[in-house]
């Protein structure tokens, strides 16, 4: 594989982290009143549900635009490719149960290979 996204990731993992222990943060004052795991367990599912695909889906972009702005574009872009495709999936069958887990892993999965691919080429 390509050692140059696997830096990238390295690097920016850090600043991943810090972004999930902010909302982790901001949830549990905004909701002062709700169990620590509750809030952890909202915090993480939008954290896995936007901003992880999201991320992955703009490291194809990585040279071109600064971290901040690969998370805010992302997690917009992430919110539609996994809104959208969660319906059709849905139509095709598969219970919700599973797009929760499934498709992000999907769209990160995709996100990663084209950014590997670009490295490539």
């Not at 901001?26 to 599912?45: C, G, M, N, P, Q």
Request: charged share 15%.
């Amino acid at each position: 594989m390509n050692k140059e996204v696997f830096e990238i990731l390295k690097k920016e993992l850090k600043y991943i982290a810090l972004i999930f222990l902010l909302l982790v943060i901001t949830f549990k004052i905004i909701y002062f009143k709700e169990d620590f795991f509750i809030v952890l367990r909202v915090a993480f599912s939008l954290f896995w549900l936007f901003l992880l695909p999201g991320y992955f889906i703009m490291l194809y972009w990585a040279e071109k635009l600064d971290f901040a702005e690969r998370i805010i574009v992302g997690s917009g872009l992430s919110a539609a490719i996994i809104g959208i495709s969660s319906y059709y999936t849905g139509l095709m069958g598969p219970g919700i149960k599973h797009h929760v887990i499934l498709l992000p892993l999907l769209v990160m999965a995709l996100g990663f290979a084209a950014a590997i691919a670009k490295k490539k080429g």
